[in-house]
Nanobody
Framework: QVQLVESGGGLVQAGGSLRLSCLGSGRTFISTSTMGWFRQAPGKEREFVTAIRWRGGDTYYADSVKGRFTVSRDNAKNMVYLQMNSLKPEDTAVYYC?????????????????WGQGTQVTVSS
């Protein structure tokens, strides 16, 4: 059983920064997976933010966060991080970590089989 646990959310003023963390545990396939970050704002659909491959570290970002957010991973600790800078009120959402065992660098929700419980990020204006 794969478990993903996010942490690091909170309240921050516009222009500020936060770093989210996702700890993965369970099956060893995690090391061959792609880890993604998604977010869901109130009343809106869940949307892709970024993804990173465990092997090689290839990354993919949504246009809305490119240049402001950075995804990274620590293979030894099974941790994935999302550094969020220059935050805007429209970044307010619940942020979810997800794992795609297929290792695709995909923005599609349906490619991710495992999900964390989410962590709230609120950006005040």
């Amino acid at each position: 059983q794969v478990q993903l646990v996010e942490s690091g959310g909170g309240l921050v003023q516009a222009g500020g920064s936060l770093r989210l963390s996702c700890l993965g545990s369970g099956r060893t396939f995690i090391s061959t997976s792609t880890m993604g970050w998604f977010r869901q704002a109130p009343g809106k659909e869940r949307e892709f933010v970024t993804a990173i491959r465990w092997r090689g570290g290839d990354t993919y970002y949504a246009d809305s966060v490119k240049g402001r957010f950075t995804v990274s991973r620590d293979n030894a600790k099974n941790m994935v991080y999302l550094q969020m800078n220059s935050l805007k009120p429209e970044d307010t959402a619940v942020y979810y970590c997800a794992a795609d065992p297929g290792g695709r660098l995909s923005p599609a929700i349906y490619d991710y089989d495992y999900w964390g419980q989410g962590t709230q990020v609120t950006v005040s204006s």
